[in-house]
């Protein structure tokens, strides 16, 4: 009886998180996986101490730590400038195109990309507005290059956090394969965007920008960007992700000499709540054996050498990542691969799945969904809009990638 409600409560929360509200049940995602959790507690499928051993506390510390450097980051007006320079020093709208698709993607591999997809498309709207642009292309470039861009390393985005703490890998040895991949992705993306609206881009002539509202903050730009750098010296050197990050932060916070409350507004509570509700849901799941069965039953599928796994997982990853949403995939996925072939393997290949993935439909990643209502006052964004770029993006930035991957697993 346990199980089966295990597996009820387990599917109620997924209906909700994955965007499809039930009308008894209006619960956005941090909501519908706090009711999850507590339903979990509640029906005695485990018990609360069960529950607080579920969370991956060093996931949620590693997220706040560099949610906190991006909010400082955006105290200074570095988003601001960002966008300024890269409208100043581009001079056509194509070239426009590509730098905002280096920016976004550097960004997102350097921080996480659903907080630069939330600090950047603000500004990327009034830089386009201002320079009297067509806003739909830039938008996708947007929110396609963070997703890409984030694939690049360990603290790019949620799911890379987790796969960082399950696998263990050294940050240095992970970006070493994933980082070709995003490059290789970027250049792809480009090329797609670039033919679609070669008519829209040609057409389009850059006005001159006005002046940016919020100035740049130098003394705190050199404090966060000084200490950004030692953090990922210490990502690379190998220290603990979550404590160098947080502790990076935390000296910031000492040394900016600003109201904490206003920094402290600025970090995606929401997010934090849902990861932590989201890893009691799926361990209840898992006390079922559930994930298990279905690996055993789709053993077989996947088969028995490491490339054949690595083609048919990925490909069953990018399908989870926009049935599931990719997180909670990841969270569940990750039982499975200490029985592959290669598991070091596997985790890049699950990496690089779930966050291309994200691009194949606007609800394929939070960072879509962020940058198109950041955007609704100026441009509607439709499901098929979207997805006519999305899907031959997702399939080809995909095989790209895996193609990679495989080639630098074989030296």
């Given at each position: 009886m346990r199980e089966i409600l295990a597996i009820l409560i387990f599917s109620v929360t997924y209906v909700l998180i994955s965007g499809r509200r039930l009308k008894?049940?209006?619960?956005?995602?941090?909501?519908?996986?706090?009711?999850?959790?507590?339903?979990?507690?509640?029906?005695?499928v485990m018990t609360p101490e069960q529950a607080y051993r579920a969370v991956d506390y060093d996931t949620l510390?590693?997220?706040?730590?560099?949610?906190?450097?991006?909010?400082?980051?955006?105290?200074?007006?570095?988003?601001?400038?960002?966008?300024?320079?890269?409208?100043?020093?581009?001079?056509?709208?194509?070239?426009?195109?590509?730098?905002?698709m280096l920016t976004s993607g550097i960004l997102s591999a350097l921080l996480v990309n659903d907080t630069v997809c939330l600090m950047l498309t603000p500004l990327v709207v009034t830089v386009i507005a201002r320079g009297r642009l067509p806003l739909f292309p830039y938008l996708m470039a947007l929110a396609?290059?963070?997703n890409i861009g984030s694939t690049a390393t360990l603290?790019?985005?949620?799911?890379?956090m987790i796969i960082g703490h399950l696998s263990h890998m050294p940050f240095l040895r992970f970006s070493a394969a994933l980082v070709p991949a995003a490059a290789a992705g970027l250049a792809i993306e480009y090329v797609v965007l670039r033919l679609g609206f070669r008519r829209v881009l040609r057409q389009a002539v850059i006005a001159r920008a006005a002046p940016r509202e919020r100035q740049l903050d130098r003394r705190l730009?050199?404090?966060t960007f000084t200490i950004f750098c030692l953090v990922f010296i210490g990502f690379i050197l190998g220290a603990d992700l979550s404590w160098t990050a947080l502790s990076g932060a935390v000296l910031i916070m000492v040394l900016a000499r600003r109201d904490t409350h206003e920094v402290l507004q600025l970090v995606d509570w929401h997010l934090l709540l849902f990861f932590a509700s989201l890893f009691v849901v799926v361990e209840g799941l898992s006390k079922t054996g559930l994930p298990e069965q279905i690996f055993g039953f789709l053993r077989g599928v996947f088969?028995?050498?490491?490339?054949?796994?690595?083609?048919?997982?990925?490909?069953?990853?990018?399908?989870?990542?926009?049935?599931?949403?990719n997180v909670p995939f990841v969270v569940l996925a990750g039982k499975w691969i200490g029985h592959f072939a290669q598991p070091e393997l596997m985790w890049k290949v699950l990496a690089l799945a779930t966050t291309f993935a994200g691009n194949f439909t606007i609800l394929g990643s939070v960072a879509n969904i962020i940058v198109v209502e950041s955007a609704r006052g100026h441009i509607e964004v439709g499901f098929w809009d979207y997805a006519r770029f999305g899907i031959p993006i997702t399939v080809l930035t995909t095989i790209a990638g895996l193609i990679i991957l495989l080639l630098l697993a074989a030296v």
């Open positions: 008894i049940l209006p619960l956005n995602r941090p909501a519908a996986t706090l009711f999850g959790a507590v339903l979990m507690v509640v029906a005695g510390v590693l997220l706040l730590g560099m949610m906190l450097i991006s909010a400082y980051l955006s105290l200074a007006g570095f988003f601001d400038w960002a966008a300024d320079e890269v409208l100043k020093l581009a001079g056509t709208p194509q070239r426009l195109l590509l730098y905002l396609m290059s963070a603290v790019g985005n949620p799911q890379n730009l050199i404090i088969g028995t050498s490491a490339t054949a796994q690595a083609w048919n997982f990925t490909w069953f990853s990018v399908l989870g990542s926009n049935v599931f949403s």
